[in-house]
T-cell receptor, first 110, second 113 residues
Framework: GQQVMQIPQYQHVQEGEDFTTYCNSS?????IQWYKQRPGGHPVFLIQ?????EVKKQKRLTFQFGEAKKNSSLHITATQTTDVGTYFC??????????FGRGTSLIVHP | NAGVTQTPKFQVLKTGQSMTLQCAQD?????MSWYRQDPGMGLRLIHY???????DQGEVPNGYNVSRSTTEDFPLRLLSAAPSQTSVYFC????????????FGSGTRLTVV
């Protein structure tokens, strides 16, 4: 079955540093979604990418979908304490059921 | 709009007890699903439904039942609770089958002793 690997599992950064999390699928995806979960909270949908090579930006967040549609990344520029949380990718392949990665927990030190 | 409402927020069960986790959405979403979240394991799909009267199993369905008699409600039943079912449970919905983004409920933290 489809597997979605996400690295790293944890990332500690100093406030102001950049952060990147990577998502890799064992199969070609049709779409990929990204979610953020604050500590003690629930996942919140951030964005969906559908096109090969697509790049989308939301303020300091940049999302990329690989050319082969098997990998994706989320990059945060100049992290802030409000960025703390776990970031999940969810890959959607032949079935319409998203497969979630295990998430990357971002810890920002002031 | 309330979005996706889950009750209860916290629950402690004894091994062997049964209970129902409630999930209701007021967005007229066709697609609903249940996930469990365990430390380091991400979100694992238990059951899902693409519309009233239609349900299917996800990755980890054993020990759980669901039904979808209305568009709004999608309860999750634990038949005979086991300590391995200690987890945080999230209900999620989307307008129709993905790839629309999910709206998640606030979760139910379940402990089975």
């Amino acid at each position: 079955g489809q597997q979605v690997m996400q690295i790293p599992q944890y990332q500690h950064v100093q406030e102001g540093e950049d952060f990147t999390t990577y998502c890799n699928s064992s199969t070609t995806l049709s779409n990929i979604q990204w979610y953020k979960q604050r500590p003690g909270g629930h996942p919140v949908f951030l964005i969906q990418l559908v096109k090969s090579g697509e790049v989308k930006k939301q303020k300091r967040l940049t999302f990329q979908f690989g050319e082969a549609k098997k990998n994706s990344s989320l990059h945060i520029t100049a992290t802030q304490t409000t960025d703390v949380g776990t970031y999940f990718c969810a890959g959607i392949g032949g079935s319409y059921i998203p497969t979630f990665g295990r998430g990357t927990s971002l810890i920002v030190h002031p | 709009n309330a979005g996706v409402t889950q009750t209860p927020k916290f629950q402690v069960l004894k091994t062997g007890q049964s209970m129902t986790l409630q999930c209701a959405q007021d967005m007229n979403h066709e697609y609903m699903s249940w996930y469990r979240q365990d430390p380091g394991m991400g979100l694992r799909l238990i059951h899902y439904s693409v519309g009233a009267g239609i349900t299917d199993q996800g990755e980890v369905p054993n020990g759980y039942n669901v039904s979808r008699s209305t568009t709004e409600d999608f309860p999750l039943r634990l038949l005979s609770a086991a300590p391995s079912q200690t987890s945080v449970y999230f209900c999620a919905s989307s307008r129709t089958v993905p790839p629309y983004g999910y709206t998640f409920g606030s979760g139910t933290r379940l402990t089975v002793v």
